[in-house]
């Protein structure tokens, strides 16, 4: 397929999907907090999420409640943060306490 092709397909799948939410970017670290229901950090795959920032910076969001609870991705928060990184974020006021637990043990490591 040609690239023009490319475009003319993707803006056709464009007009059919709906914006469900933003991702905004600020360095304001301390305007965030942790629920104490998450897990409890883990030094180890912290460290590996900076190393893996510092070879390559992927634009992962993390997931907050509008009062900037962190739902999901409290790793990757203290990551970017001891980087010096900007912290992506949405805000997801659907989320409740059960939720978090339910994300934390679906959740899965995977390889190549």
């Known amino acids: 397929m040609k690239t023009e092709d490319n475009k003319k397909s993707l ?5 059919t999907d709906k914006t469900v939410s933003y991702i905004m970017e600020t360095y304001d670290y301390e305007r965030f907090s942790f629920f104490k229901e998450n897990r409890p950090i883990a030094r180890a795959h912290l460290k590996n999420i900076k190393e893996s920032m510092e070879n390559k ?3 992962t969001p993390i997931k907050v409640n509008s009062e900037y609870q ?5 790793h990757s928060f203290l ?3 001891e980087l010096g ?9 659907n989320c409740t306490i059960d ?6 043990n679906v959740s899965r490591s995977w390889s190549l």
Do not use: C, F
């Open 11 to 15: 803006l056709e799948v464009v007009k």
């Open 79 to 81: 990551a970017r943060k």
């Open 85 to 93: 990184l900007p912290i992506l974020y949405y805000i997801d006021d």
């Open 70 to 74: 962190i739902w999901e991705g409290q």
């Open 57 to 59: 910076e992927l634009q």
């Open 99 to 104: 939720d978090i637990s339910t994300m934390n």
